[in-house]
Protein backbone atom coordinates (compact mmCIF):
# COMPACT_ATOMS: atom_id res chain seq x y z
CA UNK A 1 0.00 0.00 0.00
CA UNK A 2 0.69 3.51 -0.78
CA UNK A 3 -0.19 6.64 0.53
CA UNK A 4 -0.62 9.95 -0.69
CA UNK A 5 -1.54 13.34 1.06
CA UNK A 6 -1.88 16.19 -1.19
CA UNK A 7 -1.50 19.99 -0.32
CA UNK A 8 -0.81 23.85 -1.29
CA UNK A 9 -4.48 24.02 -3.08
CA UNK A 10 -6.76 26.94 -2.49
CA UNK A 11 -7.54 30.16 -3.92
CA UNK A 12 -5.73 31.75 -6.77
CA UNK A 13 -6.32 34.70 -8.90
CA UNK A 14 -6.13 34.55 -12.70
CA UNK A 15 -2.62 35.04 -13.86
CA UNK A 16 -1.49 33.55 -10.35
CA UNK A 17 0.66 30.68 -8.92
CA UNK A 18 -0.01 27.93 -7.10
CA UNK A 19 2.60 24.76 -5.44
CA UNK A 20 0.99 21.32 -4.88
CA UNK A 21 2.57 19.26 -2.81
CA UNK A 22 2.66 15.38 -2.41
CA UNK A 23 4.12 13.48 -0.11
CA UNK A 24 3.74 9.48 -0.33
CA UNK A 25 4.32 7.05 2.02
CA UNK A 26 4.30 2.98 2.79
CA UNK A 27 5.66 0.45 0.13
CA UNK A 28 7.22 3.02 -1.75
CA UNK A 29 8.44 0.84 -5.00
CA UNK A 30 10.65 1.67 -7.48
CA UNK A 31 10.51 2.26 -10.54
CA UNK A 32 7.36 3.87 -10.10
CA UNK A 33 5.32 7.42 -11.45
CA UNK A 34 3.90 9.99 -9.93
CA UNK A 35 1.04 11.90 -11.59
CA UNK A 36 -1.50 15.00 -11.01
CA UNK A 37 -4.64 14.70 -12.63
CA UNK A 38 -7.82 16.81 -11.59
CA UNK A 39 -11.58 16.65 -12.34
CA UNK A 40 -13.78 19.59 -12.88
CA UNK A 41 -17.25 19.74 -11.79
CA UNK A 42 -19.12 17.77 -14.50
CA UNK A 43 -16.02 16.44 -16.06
CA UNK A 44 -13.91 13.58 -16.61
CA UNK A 45 -10.98 13.09 -14.41
CA UNK A 46 -7.81 14.27 -16.84
CA UNK A 47 -4.11 14.02 -16.64
CA UNK A 48 -2.14 17.24 -15.97
CA UNK A 49 1.37 15.83 -15.38
CA UNK A 50 3.13 13.01 -14.19
CA UNK A 51 7.15 11.86 -13.67
CA UNK A 52 8.74 8.92 -13.21
CA UNK A 53 10.80 7.86 -10.56
CA UNK A 54 13.55 8.53 -13.36
CA UNK A 55 12.43 11.88 -14.33
CA UNK A 56 10.78 11.62 -17.01
CA UNK A 57 7.80 14.00 -17.62
CA UNK A 58 4.55 13.90 -19.49
CA UNK A 59 2.33 16.66 -19.80
CA UNK A 60 -1.66 17.02 -20.42
CA UNK A 61 -1.95 19.61 -23.76
CA UNK A 62 -4.12 22.32 -21.23
CA UNK A 63 -0.97 22.98 -18.87
CA UNK A 64 2.22 22.14 -21.64
CA UNK A 65 3.87 25.85 -20.74
CA UNK A 66 2.52 26.63 -18.31
CA UNK A 67 2.95 24.25 -15.30
CA UNK A 68 5.95 22.18 -14.30
CA UNK A 69 6.38 18.43 -12.00
CA UNK A 70 9.07 17.49 -10.15
CA UNK A 71 9.66 15.14 -7.42
CA UNK A 72 12.24 14.34 -4.71
CA UNK A 73 12.46 10.47 -4.78
CA UNK A 74 14.81 10.76 -1.56
CA UNK A 75 11.95 12.48 0.27
CA UNK A 76 9.30 10.64 -1.59
CA UNK A 77 7.37 13.54 -2.39
CA UNK A 78 5.96 15.08 -5.74
CA UNK A 79 5.43 18.55 -6.51
CA UNK A 80 3.46 20.79 -9.25
CA UNK A 81 4.03 24.53 -9.80
CA UNK A 82 1.33 26.03 -11.21
CA UNK A 83 1.93 29.39 -13.40
CA UNK A 84 -0.74 31.76 -15.40
CA UNK A 85 -3.27 30.43 -13.48
CA UNK A 86 -6.23 30.64 -15.69
CA UNK A 87 -10.19 29.99 -14.41
CA UNK A 88 -10.25 27.12 -16.68
CA UNK A 89 -7.75 25.15 -14.44
CA UNK A 90 -10.00 25.42 -11.45
CA UNK A 91 -10.72 21.68 -10.06
CA UNK A 92 -9.86 18.52 -7.14
CA UNK A 93 -6.24 17.93 -7.90
CA UNK A 94 -5.32 14.57 -7.13
CA UNK A 95 -2.14 12.69 -6.64
CA UNK A 96 -1.56 9.38 -7.71
CA UNK A 97 1.47 6.44 -7.61
CA UNK A 98 1.95 3.57 -10.17
CA UNK A 99 4.40 0.65 -10.64
CA UNK A 100 5.18 1.69 -14.31
CA UNK A 101 8.47 2.84 -15.72
CA UNK A 102 7.66 5.30 -17.43
CA UNK A 103 4.97 8.53 -17.02
CA UNK A 104 1.66 7.52 -18.83
CA UNK A 105 -1.25 9.24 -19.57
CA UNK A 106 -3.09 5.84 -19.24
CA UNK A 107 -6.10 6.66 -16.02
CA UNK A 108 -5.13 2.46 -14.81
CA UNK A 109 -1.59 2.86 -14.65
CA UNK A 110 -2.02 4.74 -11.49
CA UNK A 111 -3.44 2.60 -8.63
CA UNK A 112 -2.67 4.49 -5.42
CA UNK A 113 -4.36 8.02 -5.10
CA UNK A 114 -4.56 10.82 -2.88
CA UNK A 115 -8.04 12.96 -1.52
CA UNK A 116 -7.13 15.61 -3.69
CA UNK A 117 -7.02 19.36 -2.99
CA UNK A 118 -9.25 21.97 -4.63
CA UNK A 119 -7.66 24.98 -6.61
CA UNK A 120 -9.91 27.68 -7.59
CA UNK A 121 -8.98 30.21 -9.98
CA UNK A 122 -10.74 33.69 -9.72
CA UNK A 123 -10.86 37.00 -9.27
Known amino acids: QVQLVESGGGLAQPGGSLRLSCAASGNIFTPNAMGWYRQAPGKQRELVAA???????VYGDDVTGRFTVSRDNANNSMYLQMNSLEPEDTAVYYC?????????????????WGQGTQVTVSS
Open 51 to 57: ISSGGSR
Open 96 to 112: CFGRVLHPTPVYGAYIF
